[in-house]
Nanobody, 118 residues
Framework: QVQLQESAPGLVKPSQTLSLTCTVS??????????LAWLRQAPGKGLEWIGYIWTRGDVAVYNPSFKSRASISKDTSKNQITLQLMSVTPEDTAVYYCTASRMRTNYWGQGTQVTVSS
């Protein structure tokens, strides 16, 4: 069974770089071509997509709202996808999710709360 687990520091200071990791278990991201996306939900707002990558590919696609600040990468040795968000502000406070799709099945992590505050 495929499972996703996000991890991130719970508190980040403004202007810092936020690093989030999505660990995939139950399937290899190199043996399977997952569509893996990062999303977030800020307090009182809807889901917002940040970017996605095909796990067999190397090119990430970003929401234009984040393109200049977001970077998605893979660590195939750890079966992980990482999102870095640079120059964070309090408006980046949100629950961050990774989600993966394969063969018409969607998988979600439980989400991780990130607060940006000094």
């Amino acid at each position: 069974q495929v499972q996703l687990q996000e991890s991130a520091p719970g508190l980040v200071k403004p202007s810092q770089t936020l690093s989030l990791t999505c660990t995939v278990s139950g399937a290899s991201i190199t043996d399977n071509n997952f569509f893996l996306a990062w999303l977030r939900q800020a307090p009182g707002k809807g889901l917002e997509w940040i970017g996605y990558i095909w796990t067999r590919g190397d090119v990430a696609v970003y929401n234009p709202s984040f393109k200049s600040r977001a970077s998605i990468s893979k660590d195939t040795s750890k079966n992980q996808i990482t999102l870095q968000l640079m120059s964070v502000t309090p408006e980046d406070t949100a629950v961050y999710y990774c989600t993966a799709s394969r063969m018409r099945t969607n998988y979600w992590g439980q989400g991780t709360q990130v607060t940006v505050s000094s």
